[in-house]
């Protein structure tokens, strides 16, 4: 689904929209209504940890997917499971270059084949809000620029269930800089019990594009997120266009970038993630950004883990 964020639900007060659109959030009272007949189920052999999120998008729970596999794929035979949304391709040519992932339509499904074929851990990318499955570990992840936004369900809002459902979950990681601490002592303030984790982009390759001035492009859903890392190491960043999240670039609009590149003697930097979802025969003269994740206090990450596998 390419989709484009609404600015208001990022207000930190109520505005118009969200207040006309409010009703509409019960709806999700009644999807979360009739869960209260599934039981979800546990299975015993093998260990899950799923990353996930409440907020819609942006909140880089997939790069911290990748980097868990990374860690435990030493002590344990990993898969990563994402559910097969065809829109989500981009994340899953990513998770593929290094991990082993099952992508269906059906997240049970895909866990039962990772039992099958005897793998010991399987990480999920999204499906907190999945309530077939009852996971060992669960992960929320927050941007530090976005936090909960203005708290609200969605439509209203950005998010996918009630804050307060934190009480549910077991820790919170937070990617960027410059946490807010309000938001942490609201968070401890819902589960007092629950741990929080932090960490933040670095760039490996960034020193290629210092020199020169660029036209930027993403669609990613925290575009903002971008912007700061180009702002963090000085990239002449001199034009920058956002598309929808998980957007499907055409031929004419790479041909437009590029166009307007050449025009304004720009050259074209993105991300990574927006660089997959670009055909292979339109990649020529685009440069992204090769970003890693940097987990803050990461031995006592790796132990909390530990404690749940």
Same mark, same amino acid.
């Given at each position: 689904?390419?989709?484009?964020?609404?600015?208001?639900?990022?207000?930190?007060?109520?505005?118009?929209?969200?207040?006309?659109?409010?009703?509409?959030?019960?709806?999700?009272?009644?999807?979360?209504?009739?869960?209260?007949?599934?039981?979800?189920?546990?299975?015993?052999?093998?260990?899950?940890?799923?990353?996930?999120?409440? =907020?819609?998008?942006?909140?880089?729970?997939?790069?911290?997917?990748?980097?868990?596999?990374?860690?435990?794929?030493?002590?344990?035979?990993?898969?990563?499971?994402?559910?097969?949304?065809?829109?989500?391709? *981009?994340?899953?040519?990513?998770?593929?270059?290094?991990?082993?992932?099952?992508?269906?339509?059906?997240?049970? $499904?895909?866990?039962?084949?990772?039992?099958?074929?005897?793998?010991?851990?399987? +990480?999920?990318? *999204?499906?907190?809000?999945?309530?077939? #499955?009852?996971? *060992?570990? &669960?992960?929320?992840?927050?941007?530090?620029?976005?936090?909960?936004?203005?708290?609200?369900?969605?439509? !209203?809002?950005?998010? &996918?269930?009630?804050?307060?459902?934190?009480?549910?979950?077991?820790?919170?990681?937070?990617?960027?800089?410059?946490?807010?601490?309000?938001?942490?002592?609201?968070?401890?303030? +819902?589960?007092?019990?629950? !741990?929080?984790?932090?960490?933040? =982009?670095?760039?490996?390759?960034?020193?290629?594009?210092?020199?020169?001035? =660029?036209?930027?492009?993403?669609?990613?859903?925290?575009?903002?997120?971008?912007?700061?890392?180009?702002?963090?190491? &000085?990239?002449?960043?001199?034009?920058?266009?956002?598309?929808?999240?998980?957007?499907?670039?055409?031929?004419?609009?790479?041909?437009?970038?590029?166009?307007?590149?050449? #025009?304004?003697?720009?050259?074209?930097?993105?991300?990574?993630?927006?660089? =997959? &979802?670009?055909?292979? $025969?339109?990649?020529?003269?685009?440069?992204?950004? $090769?970003?890693?994740?940097?987990?803050?206090?990461?031995?006592?990450?790796?132990?909390?883990?530990?404690?749940?596998?």
């Amino acid at each position: 689904m390419n989709f484009l964020k609404p600015k208001f639900w990022d207000k930190q007060h109520l505005t118009i929209q969200s207040i006309i659109l409010y009703p509409f959030t019960y709806i999700l009272d009644l999807r979360k209504l009739i869960t209260i007949f599934i039981k979800p189920r546990k299975y015993s052999n093998i260990k899950t940890i799923c990353i996930g999120n409440i =907020y819609l998008g942006g909140t880089g729970k997939t790069p911290l997917v990748d980097f868990i596999a990374k860690i435990f794929k030493k002590k344990f035979k990993t898969v990563i499971i994402k559910k097969g949304h065809a829109s989500h391709l *981009d994340e899953t040519k990513l998770l593929r270059k290094n991990n082993k992932v099952f992508f269906a339509k059906d997240r049970e $499904k895909s866990l039962k084949d990772a039992i099958s074929k005897k793998f010991e851990l399987a +990480i999920f990318d *999204d499906g907190l809000q999945d309530f077939k #499955l009852k996971y *060992d570990l &669960r992960i929320v992840c927050f941007s530090s620029l976005l936090l909960a936004g203005n708290e609200l369900r969605i439509p !209203s809002g950005p998010l &996918r269930e009630k804050l307060n459902n934190l009480r549910n979950f077991d820790a919170v990681f937070i990617n960027g800089r410059n946490i807010n601490r309000q938001f942490l002592i609201k968070i401890k303030s +819902i589960n007092p019990h629950i !741990s929080i984790f932090s960490g933040e =982009y670095v760039s490996s390759n960034y020193n290629k594009f210092r020199k020169n001035n =660029y036209l930027t492009f993403s669609g990613i859903g925290n575009p903002n997120s971008f912007k700061n890392i180009l702002n963090k190491y &000085r990239i002449k960043n001199k034009l920058n266009l956002i598309y929808p999240d998980h957007y499907n670039y055409s031929e004419f609009e790479i041909k437009k970038i590029k166009d307007t590149a050449k #025009l304004q003697k720009l050259k074209i930097l993105t991300t990574e993630k927006d660089f =997959y &979802r670009i055909p292979i $025969k339109l990649r020529k003269n685009i440069n992204f950004l $090769k970003i890693n994740l940097k987990i803050k206090k990461l031995k006592e990450f790796e132990k909390f883990i530990l404690r749940y596998l």
